[in-house]
């Protein structure tokens, strides 16, 4: 029944591994080269092509013009992160800055085979060609910078190849070929040579001074040497406590100054570099051996310290070597390893563990198993150890599934003894249920749930009563004080520790079972059930409430801790997570190093110094919570891949070094791919991002999806994070700007132009409108001005023209009153007659010169006759004489008609009325294509220089200036008058 377990000769260093062959997209199993360049990419070289890994994808690299040969290339990573490529027609350079690919060097002649790679040293590369030419490259400028031939012997063969020491002292490095030392002084170029009496292996060459180097000779196994190039002394240093194997299938890489790693019999060692040693051995998450069962060719370390491992023939296998704290109890076989009960006994060295199905386990605290107990009764249950309890005299108390009784083993682990298990009187179904739960311990008694029982043990002496519950289906409970609270039925039910009476029900639903309680330092319940976590005070009033909404992995909670921070920890299916007081939470999971990501029921415990334990389906994961805080990583976040409206975009610098985009409108649709590249593999990384502007708070992205918007014009910040948890308060990586420019309709100078020629339209319309306004006014004012004007030009009218005919009246009238005959006075009452009647004509005429907008010279004239045939009517005494040379119809407009017959007019009635003549002759005539009228008199005349003039000389020069015409007045006294009208 009791049996121990191997151990191991040192103590453990566990690593999670990855091993990546043709499956996951590797070009072959055969690998000729590997290196990593600055942004940790791999490039991997096979014998018929080039590869690079970003630690998700495999993407292949075709030749092209800057590398014509693709066929087993050697890299060599420089120290400014680009990679350089050496293959049979000279160097390219992959510059990490540019994202391209460029000729370093061209060959003068082919190159059978690569030059080997001796290494780098003050920025020149130094290459050892196949007929023994050492050349020094630039490896900026390209330039060869120093060659000798001859200085190191030919080669021919891929079997047959010179092998160069994977570091350089001081300028100096050592070249292996056959069994020969060749000691090179890369400054002057110089060769030392020793021949040593055996096979030396390939795989372990490394220089420890300027003037030493350790090797191994093929057939001696467990043991190196160091050759000393002073006095070519060579001295042996020996391995102890690891498998004896010759050294030609083992290796050694340097891990640091002050170790080395080792591999042998397909195990890892980790060596102390002083005393050549072994200090550890490098394990998986399981405990057992790293390599497995696959040969060897190479080791690379890439720029995080993690370790690649390269096959002969299955591909690589990746070691992470910045893993949590994370340790692992367990037996090589997963099928043992069902775990329902953990109790760890630190103070004796002890983890025990009881299994489902596979009895006790034993570890000590270096995760060794020293003790398997298959089962502790004689039947099938007996495997089944879901509760442990260390009773005072450190003995334990085990609990047996659906057994009636308790076993006690001994402190040695030696001796069982069974216990009964008293019945208290309202139970009715005896025995222990599947789910174990500790509830309490003191120095009396103890208390352990088991489902719907409750096992209550009184310590002194030892005595064990089974309690009632429930049965309803209930898998957890917690004590808090003097109160046990438990979930059945939808409902919180609270009662007594000492008969577990029910005291009161508080309703509590859409848990979908609970299995699991903690109570923090404040009295706080946590209650983990299968829709998340609840928190409540110890009433049972929900505080807050947590699910899958909330970023909670999985909503299933198996068990749950509180740390010394008050942090909740809890295991579920999907591993184990920490609840940050902010909510932020960070998740452990299987490639953490947890036994897997599914745990059990209330397997969950807290050591005496602090370090966790939860148990699940494949063992026990145990750390100390502090520890897990405390790794911090410096990640750097690449963008690696932006396409606009579903087309890549290409600048002319690496993705991830553009700092800005800038875009059209209709440039909006943007995607981005980014990776995070850091200690662990890019998938181990929880990622966040946030566009500004857009996004109020980080998204998580699940899987390193590609991200989409589709972006109105504006100004936009994406910003980008990554770390081992999601952080609500995360400060970005990596940033990028964005600008999506608008329309030119929508452009700020184009509003402001087009808001200027609105405002300039405003004010010109209303400039418009009151200037209509104004013009309005205006001509308002200009017709009431026009219509005063048309009264005086009509009182003129009627003074020039009907008061002729009046003053006729009136002459007539005072010559009838004189008149005594009667056939006088009929003649000039017919006379008084007529010139009435010819007022009535003038009226007419003066309407008549409204009728039409032009008139002609001869139309004019007729008024003029009509008007002189009138007078000769009235005055018979007077001789009147017209006379027209002008002979012509030029258009006068009418205002300018009815001026000139007005002024004619005018001019005859002064002549009537003030002169007295005795003729009055009119001529019309047509002098320098201009119209010209001459009104004589041989009247009395005036004077001009005393006449002051009335209104008829008034109306005179009134209407040649309101017409244009020229206007003179020529009289003298005794003489006559003679008036001249020019129509110009």
Known sequence: MLSLSDTHAQPLKRFNAFRYNVNEGLLQSTIYDLAFDGNNYCWISFPNGVQKFDGRKFYSVPMQEHLPDDKFVLFFPCHNGDMLMTHSKGISRYAIQQDKITTLYTFSNLQKIPPRIIGEADSILYLYQEDGTLSGIHVVTGKLITERRGVLPEYTGRMSVPIAAKNIFDHHTVVLFKNDLFRLNLKKLTVEKVSLPETVSWFMLEMVSANEVLFAYTFKPASFEILDFRDQSVRSTYLKNIPSQLPNVSMLHRKNPHAFLYTVSNRLFELNAEAFQPEYEWVNFQNQPIIGNRGLRFIREDRFGNIMLVSMMEGLLKIITNNYPIKYYGQPSASGNHILCVYPDKQRNRILAGTSGNGLLVFDTLQRLVKHIPRIADSEEGRFINSIIEMSQGDYLLFSTDKKEAYRLSNDLNTLQRIPIHLSEKLVKQGSGYFGNFLYQDKHRALIQSQGNIFKIETNPLHITEYFLTDFYTMSGICVNDQFIYHANDSLIFTDTSRFQVKRKVYFPNTGYVRCFVQDQQSNLYIGSNKGIFKTDTTGKVIWHLDKNDGLPDECIYAMLIDSEGLLWCSSNKGIFRIDKNKSILQLKKENGLQENEFNTNVAAIATDGEFYFGGVNGISSFYPERIGEMREKLRLLITGIRINNQPYQPDTAIWNVPRLELNHHQNSVSFDFLAMGPNNPDQYVYQYKMEGVDDQWIQNDGIQTIRYYLAPGKYTLKLFASRYFDKDASQLTELLIIIHPPIWKTWWFILTVSGLLLGLLIFSINRYNRQKYLGKLQQLENERRIQLERERISRDLHDNI??????????????????????????????????????????????????????????????????????????????????????????????????????????????????????????????????????????????????????????????????????????EGIGTTITITVK
Request: include cysteine.
């Open 803 to 972: 008061g002729a005919f009046a003053n006729a009246v009136l002459h007539k009238t005072e010559t009838l009153a004189q008149q005594e005959n009667i056939k006088d006075k009929n003649r000039l009452m017919e006379d008084i007659r007529l010139a009435s009647r010819n007022i009535i004509v003038s009226l007419r005429e003066t309407i008549w010169s409204f009728k039409k907008e032009i008139y002609t010279t001869e139309e004019c004239m007729i008024r003029i006759r009509n008007f002189i045939q009138t007078m000769m009517r009235y005055y018979p005494d007077i001789h009147f004489k017209i006379t027209d040379q002008a002979q012509g119809a030029q258009p006068i407009p009418y205002l300018h008609a009815l001026n000139m017959v007005r002024m004619v007019q005018e001019g005859v009635t002064n002549a009537i009325k003030h002169a007295h003549p005795q003729h009055v002759v009119i001529v019309s005539s047509m002098e320098n294509n201009e119209w010209i009228i001459r009104i004589t008199d041989d009247g009395s005349g005036f004077n001009k220089t005393l006449n002051t003039g009335g209104n008829g000389l008034e109306n005179l020069r009134y209407r040649a200036a309101q017409s244009g015409f020229g206007l003179s007045i020529d009289s003298k």
